[in-house]
């Protein structure tokens, strides 16, 4: 058995983060050239139902992007136990190994290489998590998760994951 543990961030830290800004941007921008295209006093209510709709999506997407938060991941011979928090509240979930699936990402940035966030979508039947959204675990720790529960499951590192986990390597080695 192996265990991984992350930053903890709190419900502040996860909502207002870099994403909630990009989205407030988004809908800044959508808001300004609604308003620009219902100048006219007959439409302008349009305008206002649909900043109203795009108000609610902004709210909603930052709510549901934010609630949940992965930062223990204990691997062992029959299951995957992932810990964390949904809206400040403990939260615990035990995955059958033989079930589960492992998915290696990386979230560009135009920044290079550098600026890039790898994290890990871990998927069963009905369920899909992400590990490390929110930038709590290293690049080191998402290479040996990924490692070590190739290892437990007793699967190979297909083509697609090698280039995932050179990038995260090469990005080691260039930026620290």
């Known amino acids: 058995m192996i265990t991984f543990e992350g930053d903890n961030k709190d419900l502040n830290a996860r909502f207002f983060s870099q994403n909630s800004f990009a989205f407030l941007f988004v809908y800044l921008l959508y808001s300004f050239i609604i308003s620009l295209f219902f100048k006219n006093e007959n439409l302008k209510y349009y305008a206002y139902f649909l900043e109203l709709i795009l108000l609610i999506l902004f709210i ?41 699936k492992i998915e290696v990402k990386g979230n560009p940035s135009r920044s290079g290489l550098s600026g890039v966030t790898f994290y890990i979508n ?24 990924f490692n070590e529960f190739k290892k437990y499951k007793g699967e190979k590192i297909i083509l697609d994951e090698k280039l995932y986990i050179m990038r995260i390597q090469e990005k080691i080695e260039k930026c620290q």
Do not use: C, M, R
């Open 60 to 100: 909603l997407f930052t709510i549901n992007t934010s609630k949940s938060i992965i930062n223990l991941v204990t691997i062992n011979e029959n299951e995957i136990l992932l810990k964390g928090e949904v809206f400040n509240k403990e939260w615990e979930k035990s995955i059958p190994l033989k079930e589960a």
């Open 122 to 145: 871990l998927k069963n039947e009905k369920d899909k998590y992400t590990i490390n959204s929110f930038q709590t675990f290293s690049d080191e720790q998402i290479v040996e998760i």
